[in-house]
């Protein structure tokens, strides 16, 4: 072991602990140096502390060769050898902490303080409810300290034992008795009502006390509590609401069974309270909302607007059932299954209990949800958005790339830029400043400035000056940006990849913008370089932003207009493309979503003209001869939904 001179090695000095700083593994196998350091420090009070330091093991080209794992395997040896000797492991890299025992230690101790918060709140709650209110709301202050003590003399009051109470077949008996009784009564009496003085079943005698205390209690002692209770709906005691059993003996000993004579009337209720919700109709407001497509899916997806055909499928009450027989030894369906049709929903068969005329409202739900979408989409490939995207900030800094490469697509550039200027910095009031860079760096003004009249026209006069040559120095172009305190985000167009390596840049740009949080939203002009249009992506991800591609040849907004012109008669046909870009992509992936939805629910409606109905049959067979009924036998229908 690690020891500081031979002196400690002489007088059996052992080490305490051993701090081993790394950025790399092993050479050996972990699995054998594992071993090897855990049988070396049984019995001694040696702890090796492993402190790992996470350098950027990724370049434009892949992984950097000569390495013999990656950072997660590194991780995962050096975690296992300071634990199998009870040490400690550390992971941080320049920007924070990655992972450490110590912090895990006490965020799992801060968990049990408030899970034991918790606890305790639940336990102090049922105390209070369990506790009387009257006692406490009368007692003063200074009493309510400590809890009443117990008498220590006197002799504890023998409990009574409790009393029997009813079974089944003694509350049967009772019934019996009252049921006589009164049949008895309504015999003698003429008008076969039941007289004044006849007397009243044992089981309906209301207590003499709660009768003295009605004629003694003054008006004035009926307090608000008794009020509230008087005001509760009763329930309605009529015969015809309750259910008539009797109970009798069965062959197995002590074994009770019950036969019902009288079935309350529940198709009334039914009636008058449905238990089936109308479907939702939602409203879209017709005006484009200035945010970015996932902030506006919130508000209006699919879900949100309860149009998850899906979920309205899916209910609790509309499960097709299975059940086990033990004579066939196995899971027979119900019997009139076939009433209502049975559809897959995720791996589970369900019944269709959608109505066709339901279908029918949904599919114009989701038709006039489906134009509001592609109206969106259309307006979001219109004017500068097709380039630009939306600029949803207010105040902005374009970083234009004028290098050598943009020499094929310099004026269709222009006047994009041209476009975003008067469309959207203009008419959205959103302060902007640009800054051209290729091989050097130019800012059209020192920082960000008003959309007035005067600013715009200067700005168009200086895009017009834009001359493609030099190389990309971005990272350079990107530091220039961030000079600006005011700036809240920074578009970045361009359409290769920098100079410099694409992992500098974005190490660069992660320790400036680890404070200020300004956002980069990526924009690949007309770049088919993959290696780009993936650092592209990886910056925006990095900073929150926004990744938006452009390139020549986009038909999107043809297709846009061919479905608005010709409906959704065909859900499968046209088909949109497959956009790349953050904004476009979540829509078209929400309307192919609801343009399934609407197929699927057309699908459903022609269920039911091909599911045979019950009453269909009994139509069919009143044309034939009647055959005659048998009396002994007795329909059954087992629900199976």
Same mark, same amino acid.
């Given at each position: ?27 050996? %196998? ?25 350098? %950027? ?174 005001? =509760? ?321 986009? %038909? ?5 207009? =061919? ?79």
């Amino acid at each position: 072991m690690a020891l500081e001179n031979e002196e400690d090695r002489k007088k059996n000095s052992a080490v305490d602990g051993i701090y081993l700083f790394t950025s790399g593994i092993p050479d050996q %196998d972990p699995d054998v140096i594992c071993s090897y350091m855990e049988e070396l420090t049984a019995g001694q009070p040696t702890k090796i502390h492993t402190v790992l330091f996470n350098v %950027d093991d990724y370049d434009a080209n892949g992984a950097i060769p000569g390495r013999y794992a990656n950072i997660t395997q590194t991780a995962e040896c050096l975690r296992t050898l300071a634990h199998v000797t009870n040490g400690r492991f550390h992971w941080f890299r320049e920007t924070g902490i990655i992972e450490s025992d110590d912090i895990k230690a006490i965020l799992s101790e801060m968990d049990k303080a408030v899970n034991y918060s918790q606890k305790c709140a639940i336990l102090v709650d049922s105390v209070k409810k369990k506790a009387p209110r009257e006692d406490y709301e009368s007692r003063p202050p200074s009493e309510m300290k400590m809890l009443p003590m117990r008498p220590s003399s006197g002799k504890k009051k023998p409990t009574p034992a409790p009393a029997p109470k009813h079974t089944e077949l003694s509350f049967a008996r009772l019934q019996i008795l009252e049921n006589k009784e009164t049949e008895e009564i309504l015999q003698k009496s003429p008008n076969g009502r039941r007289p004044t003085s006849a007397k009243r079943p044992t089981s309906a005698k209301r207590p003499t006390s709660a009768v003295k205390d009605s004629f003694l209690a003054p008006p004035d002692s009926i307090t608000k509590e008794g009020q509230e209770k008087d005001k =509760k709906p009763k329930r309605p005691s009529s015969a015809k609401n309750k259910a008539s059993k009797q109970v009798f003996y069965t062959e197995h000993r002590n074994e009770v069974g019950t036969v019902f004579k009288q079935y309350p009337d529940i198709l009334q209720k039914s009636k008058k309270t449905s238990p089936r919700k109308p479907l939702h109709h939602p409203v879209i407001p017709d005006k484009e909302e200035l945010i970015t497509t996932k902030e506006w899916l919130k508000r209006y997806n699919l879900v949100k607007l309860r149009l998850d055909l899906t979920k309205l499928v899916s209910g609790p009450d509309c499960t097709h059932m299975k059940k086990h027989i033990s004579t066939l030894h196995k899971s027979v369906s119900a019997k009139y299954c076939t009433i209502f049709p049975s559809v897959n929903v995720k791996g589970a068969v369900k019944h269709l209990q959608l109505q066709p005329r339901e279908l029918q409202d949904y599919e114009n739900q989701m038709e006039l949800v489906l134009t509001r979408y592609l109206r969106r989409l259309q307006w979001l490939l219109g004017a500068s958005r097709r380039t630009f995207g939306t600029v949803v900030e207010k105040q902005v800094i374009i970083l234009v790339d004028t290098s050598g490469s943009m020499v094929t697509h310099m004026d269709e550039l222009k006047r994009e830029m041209v476009a975003l200027i008067w469309d959207q910095f203009k008419r959205e009031k959103i302060s902007f400043n640009l800054i051209r860079f290729s091989g050097d760096i130019e800012p059209w003004r020192p920082q960000v400035v008003e959309p007035t009249e005067e600013n715009c026209h200067d700005a168009v006069r200086w895009v017009s000056t834009f001359v493609p040559a030099g190389n990309t120095c971005t990272l350079e172009a990107l530091s220039r940006a961030f000079q600006d305190k005011n700036v809240s985000a920074i578009y970045l167009l361009t359409d290769g990849k920098p100079d410099s390596s694409c992992a500098r840049v974005l190490r660069e740009v992660a320790n400036m913008n680890t404070i200020r949080g300004v956002k980069i939203h990526a924009i690949s002009f007309n770049c088919q370089d993959e290696t780009a249009n993936t650092f592209l992506r990886q910056l925006a991800a990095m900073c929150r932003g926004r990744y938006h591609r452009c390139f020549a040849g986009m %038909d999107g907004d043809l297709m846009v207009h =061919k479905l608005l012109d010709e409906g959704f008669k065909d859900c499968s046909y046209p088909t949109l493309p497959q956009f790349e870009s953050d904004d476009l992509r979540l829509l078209v992936n929400e309307i192919e979503q609801a343009r399934h939805f609407l197929s699927q629910s057309r699908s459903f409606r022609k269920l039911f003209a091909a599911t045979s109905k019950p009453h269909d049959k009994n139509k069919s067979s009143d044309f034939s001869t009647p055959s005659k009924p048998d009396s002994n036998k007795t329909s059954v229908s087992v629900g199976g939904s």
